[in-house]
């Protein structure tokens, strides 16, 4: 391998979560480096981490001397850098179900449940805690009734988002989850995504990468 993989990471962010789960499904040694999203206003604001990313967020892959942002972008550049062990099908209709399933976690249902969002509606908009949290909720559920008919009625879902090999799909599905049931969403109206979600924590790849097993959880043996 050429260079180390360093991940800049927080153990209850679900974008370093996906990219923790592809990085144990390619089976490749890295480093976590904790950045912990709300001490002192945020480490990720602090210059020594704004000069790695001027956007101030996490997930941060560092390969050697390159620097690679956004989770999405991190896990496509391990799948093509690192063939081995595979996290995206080897056909291009799978392929693009794949990124499908994938970019409404990433781009349609976490974007409004970030941490900076419901700072801004708690600081900006002086947003309750209650609504904040109904707020989550919403866009959460709205996202997942998508995610589950996409899964459920569909004959390419297997023991996995996309048959019965892990994907980017499913690092990024059980994450979602593990927020979900964070926020009280009620996920027995899901149990296609239930299913999928069971079956991956099953596995040591995901297990090892949920957020009580992270170095910086503050239950952490």
């Not at 909720?137 to 023991?159: C, H, M, Q, V, Y």
């Not at 990024?172 to 079956?199: E, K, S, W």
Request: hydrophobic residues 35%; contains cysteine.
């Amino acid at each position: 391998m050429a260079g180390s993989l360093k991940l800049y990471s927080y153990w209850r962010s679900s974008a370093a979560y996906r990219v923790r789960i592809a990085l144990n499904l390619k089976q490749l040694p890295h480093e976590i480096i904790p950045i912990h999203l709300l001490r002192d206003g945020g480490e990720q604001h602090k210059p020594e981490f704004h000069q790695i990313n001027p956007q101030d967020r996490i997930p941060v892959l560092v390969h050697g001397q390159r620097i690679i942002t956004q989770s999405i972008s991190i896990m496509e550049y391990l799948e093509e850098y690192f063939p081995e062990n595979p996290i995206m099908p080897s056909t291009a209709r799978e392929r693009a179900r794949v990124r499908s399933l994938a970019q409404i976690v990433a781009c349609d249902i976490h974007p409004l449940n970030n941490l900076r969002v419901l700072q801004h509606l708690e600081k900006e908009c002086a947003m309750p805690q209650p609504e904040r949290d109904a707020w989550v909720r919403k866009w959460i559920e709205e996202g997942f009734d998508s995610l589950e008919a996409l899964l459920a009625d569909n004959p390419s879902t297997g023991d996995f988002c996309e048959g019965d090999n892990a994907s980017i799909a499913d690092c990024c599905l059980i994450p979602q989850v593990y927020n979900a049931r964070r926020f009280g969403v009620d996920m027995a109206a899901y149990p296609t995504i239930m299913r999928i979600h069971d079956f991956c924590m099953e596995t040591e790849e995901f297990d090892h990468a949920r957020p009580e097993k992270q170095p910086d959880c503050p239950d952490a043996a």
